[in-house]
């Protein structure tokens, strides 16, 4: 883990409201694992104040790390000003990674929105095996381009809530396809995205007792465990148990979480 | 003679630090959630987070939101109560050679003194800080520190089961600072350190919910440094122990003022959230202020602050 200022390679537009930017962070990328994160300063000023937490979305080249982001704020507003050349200050790699398939699984990937992010690192890594990826977009706008993540689109498939690109639905709809396809004792699914979304996912997968990790997000303030603000209520019922989203995650197994409460 | 190495160490009564640089309870952890970034050691103490007797889980999310210059938290107290602290926390804790200052708290008179009994003889522990901040289940949820014989009662509890100096942390939540302050060193406080976060609130103008599950939470950051300095300013000229300056604390420049006014230690809190070494840049900027400025000693700042004559 370390803390540093790091220069910006580009930050660039990838679709109607994603960014991609590159960070020149050797030493992050060399410690970094799928389903870790970094906590980003966006701005020397006092507002906003806190650093924004972000999945690693990849690596490129063994030096770039990858961060793939939505402007949703005002902090990342600001994100998608910084320029090529520019610093930002970055603490990571924080958190547990994705446990890596058992043998004679096959992962299938599940992203709603800007949730790919660490599904495209976790899919860097799954090269050798071509997991079976699936994107869940609300229109064909919003669509990410694989290769500048040094993917290709094979296995990959989508839904769009508008019906403008792949499947007309959600991205539950084709998990629950393939997965009936499947034989249970073979999958495993690794999924990020909206709430709604991975509740569906964990009750899909559980149901089905297939091994499921998702990676789950929340406000966050240090990202090292400190201020305990990121909390999530854990399925042990008595007595009430909060895991933290950045020391305990941000991946959990689905059976870990009370997604009632989520 | 110029001055080659300024002291920066400071006495606060029987408590003394190499540096007035402090972190403030819970915001850096037990202190091992930061040690991989820079030498705890380098501080003048650190405080770790409010502890209880028993573990307490802590609220439900979400805990904390930003806002403007500051954030709001309402985290429960969430710890891993006494046993596990002194089982796995304290033997860590041991290691360090910087000021070890554990905060405690209670929902019962009984339950602060419960936790300094605990915490006797376990020498990696430097002093105790009070948190009077929270409800007092005995007297219908009312905070403990709302009430000068409350407040002084909790004091006295505490100092008569702690073989330790007891720090008392003010809340700001009352209508005159100066009367608590006059509570709690007259039950014996060695030290207070103020503010506690003002509480606040935010509300989400989509769903019409408050932001916090908790509805309201407490504030903290650069947002509250005025009102802390004020209080400070006021405590400091009510009572004759030393005072700790807590309340959004980001560069030297925001702990020279508090210093300036009159306290002999500063906390260093949300700024850690921004910036984990930000206390250890502190202790170097203040260091080149000192040289940069002829001050041999730290202490010829402290409560030098001009007031016009006829205040």
């Known amino acids: ?262 | 003679m110029s001055i080659t190495q300024p002291d920066l160490s400071v006495t606060l009564g029987p408590l003394r630090l190499k540096n007035p640089l402090m972190t403030s309870s819970g915001t850096f952890g037990y202190g091992r959630e930061y040690s991989e970034l820079f030498d705890l050691n380098l501080l003048g103490g650190i405080v770790v987070k409010g502890l209880s007797v028993r573990p307490r889980a802590g609220n439900p999310p979400p805990r904390i939101v930003e806002t403007s210059c500051g954030m709001l938290n309402a985290i429960g107290l969430a710890n891993m109560g006494l046993k596990a602290f002194v089982d796995t926390v304290a033997p860590w804790l041991a290691g360090l050679t910087t000021r070890v200052v554990v905060n405690i708290y209670g929902h019962t008179v009984d339950e602060y003194r419960a936790v300094a009994e605990g915490l006797k003889g376990i020498d990696a522990v430097s002093a105790l800080e009070v948190n009077i901040s929270c409800p007092n289940v005995e007297c219908g949820g009312m905070v403990f520190g709302t009430d000068p014989a409350i407040a002084a009662r909790v004091t006295e509890q505490v100092l008569k089961h702690a073989d330790k100096p007891v720090i008392v942390k003010l809340s700001p939540n009352v209508t005159d600072i100066r009367e608590m302050a006059r509570a709690v060193e007259g039950a014996g406080a060695h030290v207070i350190s103020l503010i506690n976060a003002p509480t606040g609130m935010a509300v989400d103008i989509k769903t019409r919910r408050p932001k916090l599950a908790n509805i309201s939470g407490g504030l903290t950051g650069p947002a509250i440094r005025p009102i802390a300095l004020h209080m400070v300013h006021q405590v400091v000229r009510t009572v004759h122990i030393p005072v700790i300056g807590i309340g959004g604390i980001m560069n030297y420049r925001d702990a020279l003022e508090f210093l300036i006014v009159g306290a002999r230690a500063v906390q260093v809190g949300t700024a850690n959230f921004v910036n984990p070494c930000t206390a250890l840049n502190i202790v170097g900027d203040l260091e080149r202020y000192c040289l940069d400025n002829g001050i041999a000693s730290i202490n010829e700042v402290i409560g030098t602050l001009e007031l016009p004559p006829w205040k």
């Open chain 1, 1 to 262: 883990m370390i803390d540093r200022d790091i220069e910006i390679a580009f930050n660039t537009q990838v679709s109607a409201d994603s960014y991609l930017m590159g960070l020149k962070a050797p030493e992050i990328v060399s410690a970094a694992t799928p389903g870790q994160f970094v906590m980003i300063r966006v701005g020397p000023a006092l507002e906003p104040l806190l650093r924004r937490p972000f999945s690693i979305g990849g690596t490129l080249q063994g030096e770039l790390l990858l961060i793939l982001y939505k402007v949703v704020g005002r902090g990342t507003a600001l994100m998608a000003t910084a320029e090529k050349g520019d610093h930002l200050t970055v603490l990571g790699p924080l958190g547990r990674r994705f446990s890596l398939p058992q043998p004679g699984k096959t992962p299938i990937l599940a992203a709603g929105g800007i949730g790919i992010a660490p599904l495209m690192f976790l899919a860097q890594t799954l090269s050798v095996s071509k997991p079976l990826f699936l994107a869940g977009y609300r229109r064909k706008a919003e669509k990410i381009p694989l290769d500048k993540f040094g993917l290709t689109d094979e296995n990959f498939l989508i839904a769009t809530d508008d019906g403008s690109a792949g499947h007309h639905g959600f991205v539950t709809d084709l998990l629950e396809t393939h997965i009936r396809q499947l034989n249970n004792a073979s999958a495993c699914v690794y999924a990020c995205g909206p709430a709604a979304m991975l509740k569906k996912v964990a009750a899909l997968t559980l149901a089905n007792q297939i091994p499921c990790q998702l990676s789950l997000e929340a406000n966050m303030a240090c990202g090292l465990g400190a201020c305990q603000g990121c909390a999530v209520k854990s399925s042990v019922p008595d007595p009430i148990t909060y895991y933290l989203v950045c020391t305990d995650g941000p991946i959990f197994p689905a059976r870990a979480i009370d997604w009632e409460t989520l």
